[in-house]
């Protein structure tokens, strides 16, 4: 499959103890949900490996050396709230000159390099593509035409992201399709239901 001006965001947090995976580090700890997020943007960054497209990956603080990666473009992420930057992030691309972008957080531990493929195939057609999480939000978005009004406003962090989602771009007349839902993993349930694929060190 051809991924000729397409592109892959990667929105994620610096990994600070205390910071990261603050509601499953409520019943596990800060160290524990550390380790657990290390694992996550680990298996997102080997996922996407798979696909052969430029990659962006856009830290939430800073860029730091031992963080460094030589298959991505290193940002940091602009903006006074997550849609402002997820705005900034997709306009940016899109004023490079790509075509089609997805954008995606670290939080899926069910994502694969099919279902990237499948999105990247869906914006042939489509000018949105969805891949709605169980939780209400979206693991996934992706679009071949800048649409702004999809990060103004929006409840983020609430089970009505993906909902509120589909229902702007019904109003707005623009096509779009959803892939797969996945669970992200955001508590001590959600990890408990995959945390067998992976392997701790230490």
């Avoid at 380790?35 to 603080?61: A, G, I, M, N, W």
């Avoid at 954008?103 to 057609?125: P, R």
Wanted: hydrophobic share 40%.
């Amino acid at each position: 499959m051809s991924l000729y001006n397409s592109a892959i965001i990667i929105f994620q947090k610096n990994a600070q103890k205390g910071r990261v995976k603050t509601r499953l580090a409520a019943t596990i700890g800060d160290e524990e949900a550390l380790k657990v997020y290390r694992l996550l943007t680990e298996y997102t960054h080997q996922v996407c490996l798979e696909l052969d497209c430029p990659k962006f990956l856009y830290f939430s603080d800073f860029i730091t050396d031992s963080e460094s990666r030589d298959h991505y473009e290193l940002r940091v992420q602009e903006g006074k709230d997550l849609g402002e930057r997820m705005k900034n992030a997709f306009e940016e691309l899109f004023e490079a000159g790509y075509e089609k972008i997805l954008i995606l957080g670290t939080d899926c531990a069910e994502l694969d390099a099919g279902v990237l493929k499948k999105a990247f195939k869906d914006l042939k057609n489509e000018e949105v593509v969805i891949g709605p999480a169980r939780d209400g939000g979206y693991y996934l978005l992706g679009m071949s035409k800048f649409v702004p009004e999809l990060f103004e406003d929006m409840p983020w962090s609430t089970k009505d992201v993906a909902p509120e989602t589909m229902k702007r771009l019904n109003e707005l007349s623009i096509p779009f399709t959803t892939l797969p839902t996945l669970s992200d993993v955001d508590n001590e349930a959600d990890w408990d239901l995959v945390k067998g694929k992976f392997v701790f060190h230490g």
